[in-house]
């Protein structure tokens, strides 16, 4: 097992490879994620898009993702406070809006889907914040990042080497 060494010489545990530069093997298919995405992304508020992205790469356990999307939502100003307590905005709503929160709670009822449906009192609640439209762009932002850590998690994207544009 190789083992990869920081400045600090501290040794840290072997780096998984990527499985399946899927982007390589089916163009087509990567350049129709980014339109979704980009569709997904128009005329959203961007600082609740980071943190649905992140919320559900959390859930979905998308190391990649997670990785990506703290940087992006630093990159854009958002505290590390409320970055690091998103996995906890049940119990740090303080931290959030109404409107975050409502999104947080569609966001976990669309990613996880146990019982088969998203909850009545869940998107009543959602459908309170947003009006349709806005509640659409939501929709269309939790649905693209549970497709992207679906790739993430599958071809075992490797986090840590993500650096955000705005930060470049």
Partial sequence: ?????????????????PRLPLAEHLPEFYR??????????????PTLYHLIKLRASQ?????????????????????????????????????YTERELAAFALTEAVTVLTDGFVPDEVYARAAEHFDETELARVI????????????????????GHYTPKSAS
Wanted: with cysteine.
């Fill in 32 to 45: 129709a994620m980014i339109r979704l995405e980009t569709a997904a992304a128009k005329d959203i508020d």
């Fill in 59 to 95: 859930i979905n356990r998308c190391a990649f993702c997670i990785d990506m999307h703290s940087k992006d939502a630093l990159a854009e100003g958002e505290s590390v406070e409320r970055i690091v307590q998103l996995a906890a905005w049940e119990e740090s709503r303080h931290f």
């Fill in 140 to 159: 269309a932002a939790i649905v693209t990042i549970n497709a992207w850590n679906r790739i993430g998690v599958t071809t075992r994207m490797t986090p």
């Fill in 1 to 17: 097992m190789t083992t990869t060494e920081s400045t600090d010489r501290t040794v840290y545990a072997h780096e998984h490879a």
